[in-house]
Structures are given as structure tokens and as C-alpha cells.
């Protein structure tokens, strides 16, 4: 289970002190597909980088399982950060590596013994439907297919955890579907919880069970998905569920 307790993030601009996130908590449990959605600027990047760290928070508790992070070692945090995989919009393959060698990177890192990274890399790229493809470059293949590659990679080494930071926002219609099928497919097979964040409310309906509303650094709305697409309370969530007009 992941818990955030009262986040505040703030950025110093030339223009003074920003507020990215003031006061977030939320609670993810495990085998959730949390959706956390909002528009540009509103959070959810810096929320979600929160979550391993990659931003640190001035103030606030982040719990895993019940571990407050934030107090962890250089040497903690790295292995926190094995069982959390990450996968973002613009996919960040490494060009100059092979399918299979983009995903055996993180095993290699890891210090997995060389056979074992190939065996484990092969299995993930059969999962989201790559194996055929294993030894060609990103740049020859499709942005679905390398946003497959990148969800096979975040998966090397067996996390419990997903983030995924707008993963179908550089994609068209259909592939997105298909990238979410593949996420709900993953889910359901290996048991991973997925943080998912998007700006798509058809993302969070297709495929999150639970889902916060950020807006301005704040969290809105949360809770179960049906119960808000039934009956939202916050303005924003009723503007994202086009209920209302953005104009009133
Ligand atoms: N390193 C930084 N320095 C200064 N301001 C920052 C920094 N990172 C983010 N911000 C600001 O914090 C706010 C939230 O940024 P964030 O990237 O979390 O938004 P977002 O909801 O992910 O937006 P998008 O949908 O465009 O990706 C933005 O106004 C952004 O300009
Ligand atoms: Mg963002």
C-alpha cells in the first residue's frame, strides 16, 4: 500500500515560490489501478516522481507498506526503486540498444547474471507481444510498439509497483486501446499495482478501478471511478467529465 501523507512540493522560479503540490494525500492500495488525472500543469508529473523519489517533497510522508521513504538511505532507495518500474510518455529507450538489450538493462544494472537477464527479457517481450522484434532498434518500430518495449523494461525486475506517467498520450486512439488492454492484461497476470496518470478521461474509465482528480497542485476528488463518473462533487471533475461547460 502506498500512502501520501500532506505533500507539499515547491519549486523556486524566477517569478518566487511555486506550490507544484500543497497538502496530497492519497492512498493507493495494493492490486489497484490508480488513475490520477488533471490538466496541464496541475501536479501530476511532480505527484507521481514523488512516489520513488525522483522528486523529494519538502514536507509530507510517503508510506510503503506502511515505510516512510523519505527517511530511507541512498542505499534503501535503491531497492525501493527496483520493485517500482516506471514508464513514461515519451518511452526514453535507449536508441543505440536492441529490444532485448533495452530490457535486459535494468536486469544487467541489477547485477542479474547474464543468462538469467535474457531469459526474463525474452518472457517479457513474448508478454507484450514482441518477440519477433527482438533484435531491431526503436527507431524501427511503431510508438505503440515502443511504448511495449518500455512497459516490458519496467517490468525486468519484478515490481510491485507500475508508474506510469501519460503512457498513451503520444499515441493515436487505437493503439492507446491497445495499450491499455495490455496494461489490464499485465495486471491481471502478474498481480502489479499501476499508478497510471493522464490528462484522457476515457483512460481512467477504460481501465482504473480507483482514480484522484489533481487541480492546482490540490487534490480535488477521490475514490472509487464509478462512484465519481456517477456522481462527481468537485467542479474540475465535472469539467473533465464534459458535464459542464469550461466557459461558465
Ligand atoms: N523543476 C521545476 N521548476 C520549476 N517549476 C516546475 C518544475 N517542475 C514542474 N514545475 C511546475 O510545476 C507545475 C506542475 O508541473 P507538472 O509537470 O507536475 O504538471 P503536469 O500535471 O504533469 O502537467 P502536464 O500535463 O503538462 O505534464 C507546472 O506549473 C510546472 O511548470
Ligand atoms: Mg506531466
Not at 33 to 51: E, M, W
Not at 157 to 172: M, R
Not at 185 to 207: A, C, F, N, S
Request: hydrophobic letters at 40%.
Amino acid at each position: 500500500m502506498i500512502e501520501l501523507q500532506n505533500l507539499t512540493k515547491r519549486f523556486e522560479t524566477p517569478k518566487g515560490t511555486f506550490h507544484a503540490l500543497d497538502q496530497v494525500s492519497l492512498s493507493i492500495e495494493d492490486g489497484d489501478i490508480f488513475g490520477i488525472i488533471g490538466i496541464s500543469g496541475a501536479g501530476k508529473s511532480t505527484l507521481i516522481r514523488c512516489i520513488n523519489l525522483l522528486e523529494r517533497p519538502e514536507a509530507g510522508k510517503i508510506l510503503i507498506d506502511g515505510n516512510d521513504i523519505t527517511q530511507y538511505s541512498e542505499r534503501q532507495l535503491r531497492t525501493l526503486r527496483r520493485n517500482i518500474g516506471m514508464v513514461f510518455q515519451q518511452f526514453h529507450l535507449l536508441m543505440q540498444l536492441t529490444i532485448l538489450e533495452n530490457v535486459m538493462l535494468p536486469m544487467q544494472i541489477a547485477g542479474v547474471p547474464k543468462a538469467n537477464q535474457r531469459k526474463k527479457a525474452l518472457e517479457l517481450l513474448e508478454l507484450v507481444g514482441l518477440l519477433e522484434q527482438k533484435d531491431k532498434y526503436p527507431a524501427q518500430l511503431s510508438g505503440g510498439q515502443q511504448q511495449r518495449v518500455s512497459i516490458a523494461r519496467a517490468l525486468a525486475n519484478d515490481p510491485k509497483v507500475l508508474l506510469c506517467d501519460e503512457p498513451t498520450s503520444a499515441l493515436d486512439p487505437l493503439t492507446t486501446s491497445s495499450v491499455l488492454h495490455l496494461l489490464k492484461d499485465i495486471h491481471e497476470k502478474l498481480g502489479v499495482t499501476i499508478v497510471i496518470i493522464t490528462h484522457q478521461i476515457e483512460v481512467v474509465q477504460k481501465i482504473c478501478n480507483r482514480m484522484a482528480v489533481i487541480d492546482h497542485a490540490v487534490i480535488a476528488e477521490q475514490g472509487d471511478v464509478q462512484t465519481i463518473f456517477q456522481n462527481p462533487q468537485a467542479q474540475i471533475t465535472k469539467q473533465l467529465l464534459g458535464r459542464v461547460s469550461w466557459h461558465v
